[in-house]
């Protein structure tokens, strides 16, 4: 006889567990603790076996029922439903554990460990905190296209529209990696890259007039503030590399009697060592740094732990103490006054210049034969455009060495 609604509520525990039969191998297991389990017998391959199907009363009888029903499809087609259900539980232990968060962290320890810079990774953890706390926190298959444009559209409305897009990158590299790893089946990002806004292209604000680069070296000879900020912004110009090489600059690379700063791959933009050449001036503030921060670590550390490079925004901040907002001057824009000052000299071959900014050759032959024909020159230029620049400091006229462009 079938089970009523109100007999399964009314079944009272006794001195041994028992059962109350309902239909097609449903019954409910009675426990003498008064707890009431929902069972379905079932046999297969000539074995007898029960699946249970919940508790009550979280599991009613009419639910009850339908995972009888849902056990009977499985084993009419040729499934275990006892086994069917360890499978999904293992799958869903599988998807709890693969969140975005932690197949994104996995990603960036394998890119760290291939090189990768401690700076590259830093940006990707920033970017995937713009997501939001919940987003990481989603089994990396259960995320849909409207998920990530939702996330999207909350940075954009901030106006951020070119952090939306590297987001969206970011996201995507972590699908990709996760349908090679095989734990997605595709990438669910890819359809979307239509859907964003444009950003603007922002230009690095940089001082490329001769006078103006002298007002500008004269203010930071000027600076007040704190004494590695000036250094870093009194060399900056002299070896016109990118900021973050800068920043990251370790005594243990620079060889101040060689005049040498040697640039590890994994500090470098285009994940290639970079020699620069350094001039006697730049020689000489070096030494004026190495004083207070040497003989190891950074050459410009942190103010407030000498464990990290200084902040990114520390040259900026400089800048904007001095008067130069950032429509007119910024820490890159020192590479493009060094590129446009040195071009319009007339002096140096392009190739050479090139070089000393370490800007990327996708002929391999050609840019490692560009790298040592180039070296004396380079050497030579780096002297000259110190030199140079010093005279633009002074205010005075520039009287141009007459040096070949061979370096002699």
């Not at 989603?138 to 409305?157: D, F, M």
């Not at 979307?192 to 007039?209: C, N, S």
């Not at 024909?373 to 005075?396: N, P, T």
């Amino acid at each position: 006889m079938a089970l009523t609604a109100t007999a399964v509520r009314n079944a009272k525990p006794r001195s041994k567990p028992y059962k109350l039969g309902d239909s097609l191998g449903l019954f409910l297991l009675v426990q003498p603790s008064g707890g009431k389990l929902w069972r379905v017998k079932y046999r297969i391959d000539g074995r007898e076996k029960k699946l249970g199907l919940g508790t009550y009363p979280e599991v009613g009888l009419a639910e009850a029922r339908k995972r009888r029903d849902e056990a009977r499809e499985q084993l009419a087609a040729g499934k275990d439903p006892s086994r069917e259900k360890q499978q999904a539980k293992y799958r869903a232990q599988v998807e709890a554990a693969n969140t975005f968060g932690e197949i994104a962290e996995e990603l960036i320890e394998k890119r760290l460990r291939e090189g990768m810079s401690s700076a590259t990774a830093a940006r990707s953890r920033y970017y995937i905190s713009r997501m939001g706390s919940a987003f990481p926190r989603l089994p990396i298959s259960s995320i849909t296209p409207p998920e990530i444009l939702g996330v999207l559209r909350r940075i954009e409305a901030k106006g951020n529209y070119e952090t939306a897009r590297r987001v969206l990158q970011l996201a995507g590299r972590v699908f990709r990696y996760a349908v090679a790893t095989a734990r997605l089946a595709s990438d669910p990002s890819r359809d979307l890259r239509g859907a964003l806004t444009a950003p603007t292209p922002k230009h690095y604000g940089a001082i490329t007039d001769a006078k103006r680069a002298g007002e500008l070296l004269r203010a930071i000879d000027g600076y007040d503030g704190q004494i590695l900020t000036k250094l870093a912004m009194q060399l900056a110009p002299h070896v016109f590399v990118r900021p973050g090489e800068l920043r990251h600059a370790e005594w243990e690379d620079i060889d101040l009697d060689g005049a040498l700063w040697t640039i590890p791959a994994e500090k470098m933009k285009m994940r290639k060592a970079h020699r620069v050449p350094l001039s006697s001036q730049s020689v000489g503030i070096l030494r004026l740094a190495h004083a207070i921060t040497g003989p190891s670590g950074y050459v410009f550390p942190s103010i407030r732990s000498a464990a990290r490079p200084m902040s990114e925004n520390t040259i900026n901040a400089g800048l904007r103490r001095l008067g130069f907002s950032g429509d007119e001057m910024t820490a890159h824009g020192f590479r493009a006054m060094a590129s446009t000052l040195l071009n319009e000299s007339g002096k140096w071959s392009p190739d050479a210049i090139e070089r000393a900014l370490a800007h990327g050759d996708d002929d391999r032959v050609r840019a490692a034969y560009h790298r040592g024909a180039h070296w004396k020159e380079r050497v030579a230029m780096a002297q000259w455009w110190s030199d140079h620049i010093d005279q633009l400091r002074k205010g005075a006229e520039v009287i141009h060495a007459d040096f070949g462009r061979d370096g002699r």
